[in-house]
């Protein structure tokens, strides 16, 4: 049986949990014996079977309750079972993504979010776009993010590829794309290639704001941990990392990995990572069946030294090139 039809009848029965059955019973109930058993009206042989039969079905939910409780430890046993696969999986589609995916498909690799969600993410990003602090995007793409993060300086753009920062290139003029600082990036420190650091050319402990919008989604969760905890040495204490990735804890982004289009990254294990790097939880919103959107905090204040916002005459490199010739 695959995992996903495991999980969508999990999801299935705790969205039903939801409506809370024993509070809608007794909610009805509950007021009527009150009445029967303190009106000045009383008739014990009618007012001792309400009670008796209150009693019974009281032991009846009881029972069922369990028996829900019995079926979902049951499911969630099977869901830890074939996890494993799931995890091995999830690394193999990883590799062959980064031997595979040209820069073209990498960056059309876009998600189809509603209007909704959209506007949460403008409204976030906006928050955060303070020119008191440096900023990081991993992965800008063709994405509208550096527009947002505009105002954060200075703002570091991070991929792979350096193909992967054309369309920025393309975008914008020279004068601001001399205010972008970009870097290209190994994935390395994973089980096939050793232990450096993927973010060592970066400083630490700079950054007040970092995005990671659809690029976790397509990493497995070693990957995603390594990330987590080199951005913690990045992160200014109270700075924030906001990212994306695929909630395999909703079977939409089960079969997601079962097509190999995405990872296995349940938020239990997201959440456990997180946890244990010592990051504070700021907000978690789902933004579609699958894909969940997670800000964490490296704990501290955000504090900067900076008084007003540095100027500078932007001159054409080629008039510098010209001056120095000179």
Not at 51 to 64: H, M, P, Y
Not at 108 to 115: E, F, T
Not at 122 to 146: A, C, F, N, Q
Request: charge should be neutral; hydrophobic fraction near 35%.
């Amino acid at each position: 049986m695959k995992l996903s039809a495991i999980v969508r009848y999990l999801n299935l029965i705790d969205s039903m949990l939801e409506h809370n059955a024993r509070q809608a019973v007794f909610g009805e109930l509950e007021p009527l014996h009150h009445l029967i058993t303190t009106h000045d009206l009383q008739y014990p042989n009618f007012t001792k079977a309400v009670d008796f039969n209150l009693s019974q079905v009281r032991q009846a939910i009881e029972r069922f309750d369990n028996s829900i409780v019995n079926l979902r430890s049951n499911l969630i046993k099977e869901v830890g079972t074939l996890q494993p696969t799931y995890l091995e999986d999830s690394y193999r589609i990883y590799l062959e993504g980064k031997s595979q995916d040209s820069v073209e498909y990498l960056l059309n690799r876009r998600l189809v979010l509603s209007s909704k969600s959209e506007e949460f993410l403008t409204g976030r990003l906006k928050k955060y776009s303070d020119w008191r602090h440096p900023g990081m995007i991993l992965r800008p793409g063709l994405e509208p993010w550096v527009d947002m993060l505009v105002g954060l300086d200075p703002l570091y753009l991070v991929d792979q590829d350096l193909a992967l920062f054309h369309p920025i290139k393309d975008k914008f003029n020279q004068h601001y794309l001399e205010r972008l600082r970009m870097y290209q990036v190994q994935e390395v420190g994973t089980q096939e290639t050793g232990t450096q650091a993927i973010l060592h050319q970066l400083p630490d402990h700079q950054f007040g704001f970092v995005l990671a919008y659809n690029y976790f989604n397509y990493k497995p969760i070693e990957v995603m941990t390594q990330y987590l905890t080199e951005m913690y040495q990045k992160l200014k204490p109270g700075g924030i990392f906001a990212f994306t990735f695929n909630n395999c804890e909703n079977a939409a982004g089960v079969e997601l990995v079962e097509r190999s289009y995405m990872c296995y990254t349940p938020a239990q294990q997201v959440h456990k990572v997180v946890k244990s790097l010592n990051y504070e939880v700021e907000i978690e919103r789902h933004l579609d069946a699958s894909n969940t959107w997670l800000e964490i905090k490296k704990p501290g204040t955000l504090s900067t030294l900076r008084g007003g916002q540095a100027l500078a005459k932007i001159v054409d490199k080629s008039l510098k090139i010209s001056n120095n010739s000179k």
